[in-house]
């Protein structure tokens, strides 16, 4: 299969959209675009399956390549391998159920989805790039339809919140690309190249990856919230319209989490080797300080905010942990928490659009008007906090797991710090649950709410059937995943 | 002889007949400007077909004139920046009284143009760039009844001046060090003597005059502002356009020996150009001026490409040019044709911008994001190869530097992208487009869009380089 379709596929999409008028058909094409990319995507997976048990064992497949630049040594070379395709599954089912979600949006509908299409289609490239520079664009993609999402259609300081994001999201674009160009000229210039696996194959000098490393998975992390650098997460996330804060946390920070793994972690496995013990002290910090300050938030979204810091602090903790187990965990969590996070945000939506408040104080007993809202919102809630049987449980055990394979006291130490979140993870998401949900009823008004519409159960039932799907057989994801964590751990050297 | 110099020399014999004949209009009838101004577009279409017939090489008057490839390549670029700027400010144009005077002195600035950057002798050099300036600085006064428009002419022509003067002492120092004036014998009778190295910095110093790099920036952002849009949009694109065309050339084929100076000369006026443009930038409560300082800091960029003093830098800074052409002129274009409706220049007037002027907003919206260097625009890999070109020296501080430079550009051009579409309570009535200016927005957007595909073009400039 050819992967650019995946890219052409949301591009054609919009360019179909920008003629049209009519909200309907607008809304209704947007929809058949991302429904059919999701069709697309299972497509791919079930055709990667059949490749593998044919004996397949090429690390990328399905490559090609088109020549872009080649005096700098970019063309567009695709080619996906499992840990690809999950992330890509992950955004097709994000993607479609954020069109779902903004089905009742009120201004500039064509330029909304439009933005969302182009959103998704810099996802879609930048998982299936397999040249630097042209993963680098993609990752940069995402900028202008991030901002315009938040500036036009976004609440509160969305202004503040817009500009912090653009600006250190591209300054975290910065550090990529230093790293990235050291890492070119660096190399003698016969082996000079911006290619995945041409670098993979290299034996690049320690001296050089001491300071490529941290250039490039710091620049990465930044994407994925990595503490300090994590003040975009909280304010982005709020401010942008529902479907926005969907993409954002369950797609766009999954790039940062990936460009971590792929490219700094195997790229570099010396550097990453070195400062592994960094990465996971700033892991468990964000681990702990975004619980600790989801428990002091009121308001709906910045409770979700606060906790995506302290869940995607468990990706950077899983990958600097350089155990198997710990890897492949911190890609499950990547996905696990892509959809759980864009459900939540999506129930959040929901009930905000009902309550017009997104206070915890101001709701209570909404249990009784809105069954399957609040259900599905008490779901996420419960895979938020690791519940068995929900994705949530599956990835952060195999991360600890993995953990614990490390014997030195400060890997201990740091395991038992960051398992101990998960109790505070689970107060406050108790917390939140019990004071919007159950009680008395807050205001009488809230007896007229009616419950979710058709785009509103899909949406929630898409996200809700992968997070099962996961939590209920964990297998088929980690098939897929662990092929490519292994080729990691093979080049880092150890077992 | 005579088939060699119409071939070589075809381009500016052609610039040359039509301002003849312009000027031979001008005292024998009255022409509508409408008319005038197609027929304009349409001659420089021939033009521009002409100059594309073919690259041929060779030198004419004794080495004096030179035709390359690249050469030709970069006449064509500025002859499609000139045909796009007719058409972009055609509003304008078409209400003023002096049409013909305005097309009389662009086109010869546009000749000027050509003879500099095919200038194998340093004379030309010096005569052509005159011939560059002193028109702009008469068509920067033709907003005629506006005083900061002959205050903005007074400031061009007193700065330039000085830079003539300038660069005249440098040419002067290099024929008394090495006793030649062609500039192919130059590398070879420059040996890095003090007074050589002095000549050089001298010459620089011009150039950087003229392409506002701090600190010689000083009379930019009046300038721009004093002066119609057409003219700011000439000046800092074409005019730029064609000094770096020509820097590229003096850098490379012949002050190379000095390289051991250009290098941490040209690394220290790039990055003071950069911060210093950008700094001011963020400031800017005029377009006009914000786009003059935006345009400083993008000359920053090129300098620090040309620094790395490699082809793939040369290379870059000729595709930067190209796309900063598409995206610039019609930023510019979308000023020009606001300002002429309403005479609003201010920022806060495009608040709520989109409301009313959707392809308007989008237009400048795309050329914002391809001057700050986002995808999926071709403004993306402009900056970035010439960020990975400044990074050939493996100065990686430099680059750092650089790219987070880029951070407070993107703050810019953002607040203005903010306020376009943002609400607001007094939005903009809806802005009439004429359709040749259409038509050039339309060419603007396709190739800020498609420029970044073209992959060829950059390869083929590399090729064409040596």
Redesign the interface.
Known sequence: MNLLSLLLLPLLTAVVLLPLKKEVVIKGIALTGSAFQLFLTLFLYSTYRSERNNGNLQQFLFQEQY??????G?SFHTGVDGISIAMLLLTSFVALAGILVSWNIQKMTKEFYLLLLLLSAGAYGFFISLNL?VLF??L??A??PK??LI??WGSGKN?YS??KL??LL??AS??I??GL??L???LPPAVRSFDLITLSQLQIPSELQRWTFPLLFTGFGIFSALFPFHTWVPDGHSSAPTAGSMFLAGISMKLGGYGCLRIATYLLPDGAKEYANIILILATIAILYGAFATMLQEDLKYINAYSSISHCGFVLLGIGMLTKAAMSGAVMQMVSHGLMTALFFAVIGMIYERTHTRMVSEMGGLMKVTPFITTTFILAGLCSLGLPGLSGFVAEMKIFSGSWQNTGWMHRTLTILSCASIVITAVYILRAIGQTVMGPLKDASYRSFKDASWNEKTAALLLISGILAIGIAPYWLQELIEPGVEVMRLKMGIN | MITDFLIQFRSETALTVLILLLLLLKITREVKNETLLQWMQLLLCGVLLLIASGPFEGHLFGSMFIATPLITLEKLILATGFLLICMLHHEWLKAHEHLIEFLILSLSSLLGMFLFISSGHLILLYLSVELITIPIAAMVNFDLEKRRSSEAAMKMILSSAFASGVLLFGLSLIYGTTGTLQLNELPAALQAQPLQIAAFLLVISAFAFKLSVVPFHLWTADVYEGAPVAVAAFLSVLSKGAVTFMLITLLYKVFYPLEAVGYPLLQILSILTVLIGNLFALRQKNLKRFLAFSSIAQMGFILASLSSYTV?GA?ASVYFIIIYLFSNLTAFGIVQIVNTQNGKEHLESYRGFYKNNKFLSWALALSL?SLAG???TAG??GK??L??AA??R?Q?VF??LL??N??IS??YY?NI??LV??KSPEEMETVRISQPAKLALWIGIAGTLLLG?A?NL??HI?SIMN
């Open positions: 020549n872009w630049f080649p005096s700098f970019i520079i664009f993609f940069e993609i900028v202008i901002y315009l500036i036009i202004v817009a500009n653009a600006i591209i300054g910065a550090l690309f230093v160009t050291g070119y000229f660096s | 793939a290379a994001f986002i995808p999926p993306f890999f970035y190869f960020l990975i990074a050939a493996e990686y680059v750092i790219a987070l880029l951070m993107l703050y953002l992208i903010r579409f943002t595909f992959g950059l390869e590399q």
